[in-house]
């Protein structure tokens, strides 16, 4: 049998975790879109709810969709227009995924001290972030921190940016990025603001030490003066052309890479 009506009370349900951040949080399930990504969930051991599976893309993925068909989840075919209610995407592959919610609230207490870390405060562009969590896990971060106020890294546009790195990365979310620089200074480790500063330090002159965290802020404002303060230290990227600043998932790039860079 085909789900031909948009009507149809899952596919309302998954309508809805599509746009909407409170229906996420109250129903506990979020989206996955996209064959590869699905597959990635379950072999990172996301428990799957619901599957979401257009006749063409049956007939298209038929000896790849296994691990998703066995994986204990309610499957099921849908017609090509109700797959559009439920997609975000212009071109979808015609497979989606309803998964129950991932862990991400470990708390600061449990963080590696010997880790590297970026720190994340009001970012607001679903693709920002999720081009950062992507590349922090590229370059062998020890995780992310990230302020309530980011958007929701369960928003689709995110998860799609993450490439999947969403499901291995570890993220501790907290309320307060300044309450969070102050309690892991105290804990012993380095704390860097992120800063567009003549007088900050050059990261290209810096040696990040193991035990170190680098704070970047929102795409328009930067980091409020308040985290900045509350840092031990600050950092620039050095810019020779006429441009004032860079775009925050580039600059956090930069930045990962040279963290990163020379720990072995």
């Given at each position: 049998?085909?789900?031909?009506?948009?009507?149809?009370?899952?596919?309302?349900?998954?309508?809805?975790?599509?746009?909407?951040?409170?229906e996420?949080?109250?129903q506990?399930?979020f989206?996955?879109?996209?064959?590869?990504?699905?597959?990635?969930?379950?072999?990172?051991?996301?428990?799957?709810?619901?599957?979401?599976?257009?006749?063409?893309?049956?007939?298209?993925?038929?000896?790849?969709?296994?691990?998703?068909?066995?994986?204990?989840?309610?499957?099921?075919?849908?017609?090509?227009?109700?797959?559009?209610?439920?997609?975000?995407?212009?071109?979808?592959?015609?497979?989606?995924?309803?998964?129950?919610?991932?862990?991400?609230?470990?708390?600061?207490?449990?963080?590696n001290?010997?880790?590297?870390?970026?720190?994340?405060?009001?970012?607001?562009?679903?693709?920002?972030?999720?081009?950062?969590?992507r590349?922090?896990?590229?370059?062998?971060?020890?995780?992310?921190?990230?302020?309530?106020?980011?958007?929701?890294?369960?928003?689709?546009?995110?998860?799609?940016?993450?490439?999947?790195?969403?499901?291995?990365?570890?993220?501790?979310?907290?309320?307060?990025?300044?309450?969070?620089?102050?309690?892991?200074?105290?804990?012993?480790?380095k704390?860097?603001?992120?800063?567009?500063?003549?007088?900050?330090?050059?990261?290209?002159?810096?040696?990040?030490?193991?035990?170190?965290?680098?704070?970047?802020?929102?795409?328009?404002?930067?980091?409020?003066?308040?985290?900045?303060?509350?840092?031990?230290y600050?950092?620039?990227?050095?810019?020779?052309?006429?441009?004032?600043?860079?775009?925050?998932?580039?600059?956090?790039?930069?930045?990962?890479?040279?963290?990163?860079?020379?720990?072995?």
């Amino acid at each position: 049998m085909v789900i031909t009506s948009v009507e149809n009370p899952v596919v309302k349900l998954a309508a809805k975790l599509s746009v909407s951040k409170k229906e996420r949080s109250e129903q506990g399930l979020f989206l996955i879109e996209g064959l590869r990504l699905c597959l990635d969930a379950v072999e990172s051991g996301i428990r799957i709810r619901y599957v979401f599976i257009t006749t063409g893309a049956g007939e298209k993925y038929y000896n790849l969709l296994k691990p998703l068909t066995v994986s204990g989840a309610l499957v099921y075919e849908v017609s090509d227009s109700v797959f559009a209610k439920v997609c975000d995407t212009k071109t979808p592959q015609g497979v989606l995924c309803v998964c129950e919610m991932l862990d991400k609230k470990t708390q600061l207490d449990k963080i590696n001290t010997n880790g590297l870390y970026i720190g994340l405060e009001h970012i607001q562009d679903p693709g920002n972030l999720g081009t950062i969590l992507r590349t922090a896990e590229a370059v062998g971060l020890s995780g992310v921190v990230l302020s309530a106020d980011c958007c929701d890294i369960l928003n689709p546009k995110v998860i799609r940016a993450t490439m999947g790195g969403v499901f291995r990365l570890p993220v501790f979310e907290v309320q307060s990025s300044t309450e969070a620089c102050r309690k892991l200074s105290g804990m012993g480790l380095k704390t860097y603001a992120a800063v567009v500063d003549e007088d900050a330090d050059d990261i290209t002159s810096l040696t990040f030490p193991q035990g170190s965290i680098v704070f970047i802020g929102n795409e328009g404002n930067g980091l409020t003066s308040e985290l900045a303060q509350a840092c031990d230290y600050r950092l620039t990227i050095r810019m020779r052309g006429r441009a004032e600043s860079l775009n925050a998932a580039m600059a956090a790039g930069i930045i990962m890479w040279e963290m990163a860079r020379g720990q072995g």
